[in-house]
């Protein structure tokens, strides 16, 4: 059973131009009187986990976008290969079928990326360094080693940054993150959104930085195994008696995401922040009529 007047916002995962997206959306939502960061709770995976701190703790958020345009913590002699990556990912979980997660979190830890600290120290995570945990912000990450899903609170006493860092540290890409003792890499791995970790909310806003909408296709087949898997996990938070609400990409941003081909390329967070406030703003006056409800 959902908890009575509870609000909830779930943002998922979606690289720096997520990230931006989303700050856009907040940005917009909040000049018209739908204020995200007064949720009971506020729940971020990967890109959402940076979006959902900037948001809980009240930073501004037009300069986290500004200085994300820097480009990413990567070792200057190996560029980055989407492909080469995903097709890394599924021959790990093919072989490893009893435990995936675990698999991927090998590949991490055996990468070469940049240092642990010189990614903690990037854009925006750098941001969070000395901020207090936000008593209302929850976010995801995934154990290198088991692979077992984690979900932090301010009553873990994690340091901030580096909570926010291990969420967003995508495997083979960037190095696994140390919290407590423990290197973890991207709660995204286990899903972009984590929606269930708002059950008990009566009310929930889902933010995904990717089209929900099934495409079909041979093409598009990997997309929508993965949109029916968090279709699912939605259809189950509603379950428990949850009303939830989605806020999805709109044409706009999908083309500039490239369908989410170019959510790591830094050189679009402006323009995708700008179009997050467009969308925030158009799509205000629907969301505040649950946002607002008592």
């Not at 131009?17 to 204020?35: E, S, Y």
């Not at 899903?191 to 995904?208: E, F, I, T």
Request: aromatic share 6%; proline share 6%.
């Amino acid at each position: 059973m959902s908890a009575p007047h509870t609000r909830a916002v779930v943002f998922g995962g979606g690289g720096p131009v997520g990230i931006a997206w989303q700050l856009g959306l907040a940005t917009g939502l909040a000049a018209h009187d739908v204020a995200l960061r007064e949720a009971d709770a506020v729940i971020g995976t990967s890109a959402g986990a940076a979006t959902g701190a900037a948001v809980t703790a009240g930073l501004d958020l037009g300069a986290i976008v500004t200085a994300m345009a820097a480009a990413l913590p990567l070792p200057r002699d190996r560029p980055f290969d989407l492909a080469a990556m995903q097709a890394a990912f599924l021959d790990a979980t093919t072989s490893s079928p009893d435990a995936p997660l675990a698999a991927i979190g090998k590949l991490a830890l055996d990468a070469d990326t940049v240092p642990e600290d010189d990614f903690v120290g990037h854009e925006p995570f750098v941001r969070y360094h000395g901020v207090a945990w936000p008593p209302a912000f929850a976010c995801t990450g995934i154990d290198a080693t088991t692979g077992e899903p984690r979900v932090w609170t301010a009553a873990d006493k994690a340091d901030l940054d580096r909570a926010v860092a291990a969420s967003c540290a995508v495997p083979t890409l960037f190095p696994p993150v140390t919290v407590g003792g423990t290197r973890y890499v991207d709660g995204g791995m286990a899903s972009p959104l984590n929606v269930h970790v708002a059950a008990g909310h009566a009310r929930v806003l889902v933010v995904s930085c990717m089209t929900l909408t099934l495409v079909g296709g041979d093409l598009a087949a990997a997309l929508d195994a993965s949109t029916s898997r968090q279709l699912a996990e939605i259809e189950a938070l509603r379950g428990t008696g949850a009303e939830v609400v989605v806020l999805q990409p709109d044409q706009a941003f999908l083309e500039l995401s490239g369908w989410g081909l170019h959510l790591l390329d830094t050189s679009r967070v402006g323009a995708a922040y700008e179009l997050g406030q467009a969308l925030g703003a158009a799509r205000a006056s629907d969301i505040a009529e649950q946002w607002a409800s008592a």
